[in-house]
C-alpha cells in the first residue's frame, strides 16, 4: 500500500517520499483514513510503531483541504497538539513542519523554560497548527495569549503518559477552552482505566485501533535479566561495555542523584557519558542529546520522563541499571530499542531489592525473561533485600506511589521546563525510527526557522 492510496495529497507524498518512506506502518494505514473520516479516534501503539505520522499526516492533510478565515486578519489556531515532555513536543513539531514543507500551513510549538514573549509573538501573527505541553499552554491561556476558540482537531499524545504525570486537571482546564464541535484523536502506548475513562468523557463514538497486544513488549527486542548485587552493579555495567564493545547505550536509573552518580563513575572508567533528567539545564540536556545522537558520546542514562520522546535511529541497547517502580514504564524503557523494524537488546542489572519489581514485570508482560549470571559478578546468594529509596535525588520517574505521579511530582516541572532542543540539522525522522527532538524555538512550515 502507498501513502497516495491512503488519500493523501501529492505535496504531503512527497514530503514523505523524501524521507526514504514509500510504505505506511500499520498504525499509519488504520490511522490516516479514520482521520481523513472526520470522527473521533482511540489508537493504543507502543513507541517505535510511527504513531506520529499516523496522525500528522491525515492532519496536515485536513488543514490543507479547507482554507481558514482569517480572524482580526491572522490565521487562528486550528489544530491543538498536547505532549506530555517538551522534548516529544519538540519532536512532533519538527513532523508537523517537515510533512508539510510544500504546504502553505503554519505551525509553531510552545513549551516552558524558554522565554515567553517570542512565543507571545509568534502566537499573534496566527498558526495553523499549535504543539504544546500542558503547564506552557495554561501559562498562555491565563496572560490571554492563546486563542483556542476555533480549534478543529485536538490531539492528545501518549495520553498515558501524561495523567501518569498528574497533567489531568491541566487537561480538563484546556477542554474547557475548546469548541464543543471539534474532532478528538487519544493516542496512548496502554489502555488503563484511567485512559478508559478519559476516552469516555471527551470522545464521541471514537474509532478504535489497536495495533500491538495490550502492554505488550516490541518481538524484536532481545530481552535478559543479569542479576548481580547492588553494590555492584557499576562495575558489571562497565564490564558489559567494554567487552562489548557497546558504543551507543542508553541507561536508565530510578533518580536524578542516581543518574549523576553513575556518570561519574563511568568516566572514572574511561567510558564517556552524560546525564539527562528534569533537574539538569537546557543547554546540558540539549548537548547531552546532540552527542549521543551522533556517537561522540557512549552512554546517555536518564530517568523515565526525561527520556520521554527519545528517538534515535537504530538504537542497539538499551539497559535498566535500576528497574523501574511502575512496571509500565519497562515496556517505555526498552521501546527506545528495537524500532522500525530493527533489532535491539535491552538488558536489566537485577539485585535481591528488586525481585518484586521484576515479578510486576513479568505478569504485565505475561512472560519470564530469561536470566544469565555474568562470570566474576554472581550475586551473593545470601544477600538479603533492603528497602528501596524511591525518591532519592528527586525521583525521576519513582515515587509514583508515595506521591500519586511520578518522580515526587516533577511532572509539572517536565512539561513547564527547558526541552533538549538541538540545532535544525535535518528532518526529523518519525516512521517508528526517529531521532531526538531538534528544534530550540518556534519555526514556520514550509519556512526557514526563526
Known amino acids: ?211 500491538a497486544r495490550r502492554n505488550s513488549t516490541v518481538e524484536v527486542i532481545a530481552q535478559k535479566i543479569h542479576p548481580v548485587d547492588r553494590d555492584k552493579k557499576h562495575p558489571l555495567l562497565a564490564h558489559l561495555i567494554k567487552t562489548n564493545n557497546w558504543s551507543q547505550v542508553l541507561v536508565f536509573t530510578r533518580t536524578k542523584h542516581g543518574a549523576n552518580k553513575l556518570v561519574e563513575q563511568l568516566e572514572k572508567d574511561g567510558i564517556s557519558g552524560m546525564a539527562i533528567h528534569g533537574n539538569k539545564s537546557q543547554s546540558a540536556r540539549t548537548r547531552a542529546l546532540s552527542e549521543f545522537k551522533e556517537g561522540s558520546l557512549q552512554v546517555l542514562v536518564a530517568t523515565d520522563i526525561a527520556a520521554r520522546g527519545i528517538d534515535i535511529d537504530q538504537l542497539p541497547h538499551v539497559v535498566n541499571y535500576d528497574l523501574p517502580n511502575i512496571p509500565e514504564d519497562y515496556v517505555h524503557r526498552i521501546g527506545r530499542t528495537g524500532r522500525a523494524g530493527a533489532t535491539g537488546e535491552a538488558i536489566s542489572l537485577v539485585c535481591v531489592d528488586e525481585k518484586d519489581m521484576l515479578k510486576d514485570i513479568e505478569k504485565l508482560i505475561k512472560r519470564e525473561l530469561p536470566r544469565e549470571v555474568i562470570a566474576g559478578f554472581e550475586p551473593d546468594p545470601h544477600a538479603r533485600a533492603q528497602p528501596i529509596q524511591l525518591r532519592s535525588g528527586g525521583g525521576g520517574g519513582g515515587g509514583r506511589h508515595q506521591q500519586g505521579r511520578p518522580g515526587g511530582g516533577q511532572g509539572q516541572s517536565q512539561g513547564r521546563g527547558a526541552p533538549a532542543a538541538r540545532p535544525n540539522t535535518g528532518p526529523a525522522k518519525t516512521f517508528g525510527g526517529g531521532t531526538a527532538a531538534r528544534p530550540a524555538a518556534p519555526r514556520r512550515s514550509g519556512g526557514r526557522g526563526r
Open 1 to 211: 500500500m502507498s501513502f497516495s492510496a491512503l488519500g493523501l495529497s501529492d505535496e504531503i507524498v512527497r514530503a514523505v517520499t523524501e524521507q526514504g518512506y514509500t510504505s505506511p506502518t500499520p498504525i499509519q494505514a488504520q490511522a490516516i483514513p479514520a482521520v481523513l473520516a472526520g470522527g473521533d479516534l482511540l489508537a493504543g501503539a507502543q513507541t517505535g510503531t510511527g504513531k506520529t505520522a499516523g496522525f500528522t499526516l491525515p492532519l496536515l492533510q485536513r488543514l490543507s483541504t479547507v482554507v481558514a478565515a482569517k480572524i482580526n486578519g491572522h490565521t487562528p489556531i486550528r489544530a491543538l497538539i498536547l505532549t506530555p515532555t517538551r522534548e516529544l513536543a519538540a519532536q512532533v513539531e519538527e513532523s508537523v513542519r517537515t510533512y508539510g514543507k510544500y504546504l502553505k500551513l503554519t505551525s509553531t510549538v510552545i513549551f516552558g523554560g524558554v522565554g515567553i514573549n517570542p512565543q507571545i509573538k509568534l502566537l499573534k501573527n496566527g498558526i495553523d497548527t499549535l504543539v504544546a505541553t500542558p503547564g506552557r499552554l495554561l501559562d498562555h491561556m491565563q496572560q490571554g495569549t492563546v486563542d483556542l476558540r476555533h480549534v478543529e482537531i485536538l490531539i492528545l499524545d501518549e495520553a498515558d503518559r501524561m495523567l501518569d504525570m498528574g497533567f489531568i486537571r491541566d487537561i480538563r482546564k484546556v477542554l474547557a477552552a475548546l469548541p464543543k464541535k471539534r474532532q478528538n484523536l487519544l493516542f496512548s502506548a496502554t489502555f488503563s482505566d484511567e485512559i478508559k475513562a478519559l476516552a469516555d468523557g471527551l470522545l464521541n463514538a471514537p474509532a478504535m485501533i489497536e495495533v
